[in-house]
């Protein structure tokens, strides 16, 4: 297992003073399964719904403790007007930036007051801000990550939240040995230190 890190470059997480938490491998709350790779062997998740209405936003950081196979490639935002076309923060899946997201911006930006107030057509309540972290799978058959920690500022307090989200990227190999088994993708977790001790 390894923490990597992506710094201002390219569950629902609401406006609010937060307290660091240990970032360390936790039983995962949601678990994306057997994402089937491209040839670039890109994969990506959706981590977070930031809402802090009518505020200035900057997404700082996201790390994530992934296996040694796998590359941290960055993480997008979409917010305003885009995110009522996309249909939400889209899980995981193959490539990055993910497709569904029609425009993208690098972390590290100022997201303005405006973006974070802009209520869509039909919606009750201004969009969230969604932040996407990509990955490469390096080498290998299949590579995982669980937990993402996502830093952000909201006027000048800074918040930390981490998203408890798993995923099993893999080749076209691995398709069978999930169908026979059950538990293969936390199997996958397991052999890479992805899952506390307890849940061995």
Not at 75 to 99: E, L, N
Not at 140 to 157: A, D, E, Q, T
Not at 172 to 200: I, M, Q, W
Request: charged share 20%.
């Amino acid at each position: 297992m390894v923490l990597v890190v992506a710094v201002m470059a390219a569950g629902t997480l609401t406006w609010r003073a937060t307290r660091p938490e240990p970032f360390r491998v936790a039983a995962p709350e949601v678990l994306f399964g057997g994402i089937a790779m491209k040839d670039d062997h890109k994969f990506h998740m959706g981590v977070a719904e930031i809402q802090a209405h009518g505020k200035d936003v900057t997404v700082l950081e996201v790390t994530a403790l992934a296996s040694d196979n796998v590359e941290l490639l960055g993480a997008v935002t979409s917010y305003g007007p885009d995110v009522a076309t996309q249909g939400g923060p889209g899980g995981g899946g193959s490539a990055f930036p993910p497709k569904y997201m029609n425009t993208v911006h690098p972390i590290g930006e100022v997201i303005p007051a405006s973006a974070t107030s802009y209520v869509p057509k039909r919606w009750d309540h201004p969009a969230p801000i969604i932040v996407s972290a990509g990955f490469r799978l390096m080498s290998g058959h299949s590579g995982g990550v669980n937990g993402v920690r996502i830093v952000y500022k909201v006027g000048n307090r800074q918040h930390t939240e981490i998203a408890r989200f798993a995923a099993v990227a893999c080749d076209k190999t691995c398709d069978k040995a999930a169908k026979n088994d059950s538990d293969y993708y936390e199997k996958v977790l397991r052999a890479h230190g992805l899952l506390p001790a307890d849940e061995d």
